[in-house]
């Protein structure tokens, strides 16, 4: 564990309530878990990630959106 990480869990641990760790935990555990699942892709699948990517963004239109969610009430 780095110097940083340790100190900021100790400061945490120091400041926040029992309920607010556990958010934390739970942070900690889904970035852990999206971490992991990094290793799990085969070269072609990150090419195609990183060409995803590199697109600009392009907010969707309210309206449309509006007519594709809508029907659900």
């Known amino acids: 564990m780095t110097v940083n990480l340790r100190q900021l869990v100790a400061e945490a641990e120091a400041v926040l309530s029992e309920a607010d760790q556990e958010d934390l935990a739970h942070l900690i555990e ?32 309210p309206a449309e959106v509006e007519a594709l969610l809508g029907w659900r009430g």
């Open 30 to 61: 889904s970035f852990l878990n999206s971490a992991e699942g990094a290793a799990d892709f085969t070269a072609e699948e990150l090419e195609h990630i990183r060409r995803l990517e590199s697109q600009p963004f392009v907010a969707a239109d």
